[in-house]
C-alpha cells in the first residue's frame, strides 16, 4: 500500500478526482492548504499598503491504494493536473505500514 | 344570516355618525364665527400640520443617523480590521450608543445647547429638564425632544469615528474612559461652539465668527479625525506594523458599512436642516452627489496611480465625499457638491497613500486620513462654495438683503472664518485628547499587552470570538463537554436512528 499525497491547483480538483476514480480508487481525504514553489505569489493593496501574499491557496488530496496501481494513478494525477506552468503542484508517494477500518476492524488493502 | 343582519344595521349607525358630527359643527359655526376665531383655528391647524411633517422627517432622521453608528460604522471598521479583532472593533462602534446616550441625558445636551459661555452650554437643560414637547429656540417647528434625540446621534457617531485610528491594540476600559472624557471635554464644548444659542462660530445665533458647518464638517469630522490622529502617534504602531500584513479580514462587511453609511448620512445632512422643506432637499441631494463623485475621484486617481482600481478604493472614496459635503450640504448648490465631491476623493487618497507612508504613522483605519483630512477639505471648501442663493447666510445690516456667502460669491473672508473654526477644533480636539489619553496612560494604561494584541482583542478583552464556524468540530472532539459522557450520548443518539 502507498499514500499518495498530491498538491493541485484548486480548479482542477473534479479532474484529478474523475480520473482516479476512474482507477477504481474509492476514496479520499481533501484539505485546503497554503504553500509556495516556484510560482510567485501576488501582491495585494489595500489604501495604498502593498502586501505580497506568497502562500498561494492550493488544495491536497491524499489517496490510499494499492501497490499495483500507484503508476497508473501518478499518471492520471499528472495528467489531469498539469497546464505546463509554474504552481501545477507536487505528487509525494510514502509507504504504508497498515490500514484499518474502524467499523469493521478489516485490516490491510480491504480497509481502504 | 341573523349575525349579518345585525353588522349591517350597526354599519348604517355608524355611518350616520360622523354626518351628525358635521351637522353639529356647522351648527356651532353659524352661531359664533368671527373672523379672528376662524384665523386662529386655521393658524393653529396650520402649525400643528407642520409640526407633524416636520417631527415625522427628523425622527426618521434621527433614526437615520444612529444607523451609521451600528451598523454602518461598526461593519465598515470591523470588516478592516484582521478577524481576530472584529468584534472588539464592532464593539467600540456599539458602546458609544449606550456610554454617549446615558452622559447625554444627564448632562450633555445640557453643556450642548443649553444658554452658557461662548464656549460651552450650561445647566438649564441638566436632566432634560423643559425639553418636551415645546419647540426649542434651535428649531420652531419640532418638540425640543426630537432635537435632542437628533443632536444625541451626532454625539454617538463622533467618538466612535475615532475608534478607527486606535483599533486593534486599545485596552477596552481605556477605549471606554477616552471616548467619555473626549465627549465631555472636546464634543459638548465644540457643539455649544459651532450650534449652540451665543456659541462662539455660530453664524445664525450670533456667534462673534460665522463659520459655516452645516452638519457638523467641523464638529464631527475635523474634530474626530485630528483627535484620531494624535491617539494614533501616542498608541504608537500594531506589533509588526508596517511589515507584517495588516490586509482587512472581510471588505464583503465594509463595503455592507459603507453603503449604510452613505445612506444614514441622508438623516445626517438633510436632517441638519432640522424641517422638511427645501433645504433638506438641497441638502439631500448635496449629500448624495458628493459622496458619488468622490467615489469617482478616488477610482480614478487609484487606477491612473495603482494599475487596479480597487473596492475599498470606492468606499473610502465616498466616504470621504460624504465627510467633505458635510459641512456645505446646506449652503451650496448640487453641481458645487460635485466638486466638493470630486477634490475630497483625491485629497483623502492622497493624505491615505501618501501622507500617512511619509509620516509613518499607524492610523489602523485611516480615521486621520479621511475624517481628519475629508474634515479640513470639506470646511475649506465650504467657505469657497457657499452661494446665498441656497441658504441666506449673511444679510446686509441696512437693507436686510441677502450677502454673498462664499469665495466664488464674492466674500472672500468666509474662507478666514472657515479656517478658523477648523482651528479651534483642531486645537482643541489634539490638545484635549493628548491630555486625556497621558492621565489615563499614567492610571489604568491605554494599550493592552503586546500577548494581548497578538491573541487579538476578541478574546483578550471580550473573550469572545467573532467566528465560530467551525464550532461543532471542536466540540465533537470534546472540547465543550466532558468527553465520556459526550460520546455515550451520540452513541445512544446513533443506535436510536439505526433502529
Known amino acids: 500500500m502507498k499514500k499518495i499525497e498530491a498538491i493541485i491547483r484548486p480548479h482542477l480538483l473534479e479532474a484529478v478526482k474523475d480520473s482516479l476514480q476512474a482507477l477504481g480508487v474509492q476514496g479520499m481525504t481533501l484539505s485546503e492548504i497554503r504553500g509556495f514553489g516556484r510560482q510567485k505569489g501576488h501582491t495585494e493593496v489595500y489604501r495604498g499598503s502593498e502586501y505580497k501574499v506568497e502562500f498561494v491557496p492550493k488544495l491536497k488530496v491524499e489517496v490510499i491504494v494499492d501497490d499495483e496501481i500507484v503508476e497508473g494513478a501518478i499518471d492520471a494525477i499528472i495528467k489531469s493536473a498539469r497546464t505546463g506552468k509554474f504552481g501545477d503542484g507536487k505528487i509525494f508517494v510514502f509507504p504504508v505500514e497498515e490500514a484499518i477500518r474502524i467499523r469493521t476492524g478489516e485490516h490491510g488493502v480491504n480497509a481502504v | 344570516m341573523n349575525s349579518l343582519h345585525k353588522l349591517g344595521s350597526l354599519l348604517t349607525k355608524l355611518a350616520v355618525l360622523p354626518m351628525g358630527l358635521i351637522a353639529m359643527t356647522i351648527s356651532a359655526l353659524a352661531q359664533t364665527p368671527t373672523v379672528e376665531e376662524r384665523l386662529a383655528a386655521a393658524e393653529a391647524a396650520v402649525k400643528t400640520a407642520q409640526t407633524a411633517g416636520d417631527n415625522a422627517w427628523m425622527l426618521v432622521c434621527s433614526a437615520l443617523v444612529l444607523m451609521m453608528t451600528g451598523p454602518g460604522l461598526a461593519l465598515f471598521y470591523g470588516g478592516l480590521v484582521r478577524k481576530k479583532n472584529v468584534l472588539a472593533t464592532m464593539m467600540q462602534s456599539f458602546i458609544m450608543m449606550a456610554v454617549i446616550t446615558v452622559i447625554w441625558a444627564v448632562f450633555g445636551y445640557s453643556l450642548s445647547f443649553a444658554k452658557g459661555s461662548p464656549f ?98 467641523t464638529v464631527v469630522h475635523i474634530s474626530s479625525g485630528f483627535s484620531a490622529l494624535v491617539c494614533a502617534l501616542y498608541l504608537g504602531k500594531r506589533v509588526g506594523y508596517p511589515k507584517t500584513p495588516f490586509a482587512p479580514h472581510s471588505l464583503v462587511l465594509s463595503v455592507i458599512g459603507a453603503c449604510l453609511l452613505w ?136 437693507t436686510g438683503a441677502a450677502t454673498p456667502s462664499g469665495l466664488l460669491e464674492g466674500n472672500p473672508a468666509q474662507v478666514l472664518n472657515q479656517l478658523i473654526g477648523a482651528a479651534v477644533a483642531i486645537a482643541l480636539g489634539c490638545a484635549a485628547s493628548y491630555v486625556i489619553l497621558k492621565v489615563i496612560d499614567l492610571t489604568i494604561g491605554v494599550r493592552v499587552t503586546g500577548e494581548d494584541e497578538m491573541q487579538g482583542l476578541d478574546i483578550s478583552q471580550h473573550g469572545e470570538e467573532g467566528y465560530n464556524l467551525d464550532a461543532d468540530l471542536i466540540s465533537a472532539g470534546g472540547f465543550g463537554m466532558s468527553g465520556g459522557a459526550y460520546n455515550e450520548s451520540i452513541l445512544v443518539a446513533a443506535e436510536a436512528l439505526e433502529k
Not at chain 2, 132 to 148: D, K, N, V
Not at chain 2, 165 to 182: D, H, I, N, V, Y
Not at chain 2, 202 to 217: S, T
Not at chain 2, 343 to 367: E, H, M, P, R, W
Open chain 2, 120 to 217: 460651552i452650554g450650561g445647566f438649564d437643560f441638566l436632566f432634560l429638564k423643559g425639553v418636551g414637547a415645546e419647540p426649542s429656540a434651535y428649531a420652531g417647528t419640532i418638540p425640543a425632544q426630537t432635537f435632542m434625540i437628533f443632536q444625541l446621534m451626532f454625539a454617538i457617531i463622533t467618538p466612535a469615528l475615532i475608534t478607527g485610528a486606535f483599533a486593534e491594540r486599545m485596552k477596552f476600559s481605556a477605549m471606554l474612559l477616552f471616548c467619555t472624557l473626549w465627549a465631555v471635554i472636546v464634543y459638548f464644548p465644540l457643539a455649544h461652539m459651532v450650534w449652540g444659542d451665543g456659541g462662539l462660530l455660530n453664524a445664525f445665533l450670533g456667534g462673534k465668527v460665522p463659520a459655516l458647518d452645516f452638519a457638523g464638517g
Open chain 2, 263 to 398: 445612506v444614514g448620512w441622508f438623516g445626517f445632512n438633510a436632517g441638519s436642516a432640522v424641517a422638511a422643506g427645501s433645504l433638506a432637499s438641497n441638502a439631500f441631494v448635496t449629500t448624495h452627489f458628493g459622496a458619488a463623485s468622490a467615489a469617482i475621484g478616488w477610482l480614478v486617481i487609484e487606477w491612473i496611480r495603482q494599475g487596479k482600481p480597487t473596492v475599498l478604493g470606492g468606499i473610502s472614496g465616498a466616504v470621504a465625499g460624504l465627510v467633505g459635503i458635510t459641512p456645505a450640504a446646506g449652503f451650496v448648490t448640487p453641481m458645487s457638491a460635485l466638486a466638493i465631491g470630486f477634490i475630497a476623493g483625491v485629497v483623502c487618497f492622497f493624505a491615505v497613500t501618501q501622507l500617512k507612508k511619509k509620516l509613518g504613522y499607524d492610523d489602523s483605519l485611516d480615521a486621520f486620513g479621511v475624517h481628519g483630512v475629508g474634515g479640513l477639505t470639506g470646511a475649506l471648501l465650504t467657505g469657497v462654495f457657499a452661494n446665498s442663493a441656497v441658504n441666506t447666510v449673511f444679510k446686509d445690516t441696512v
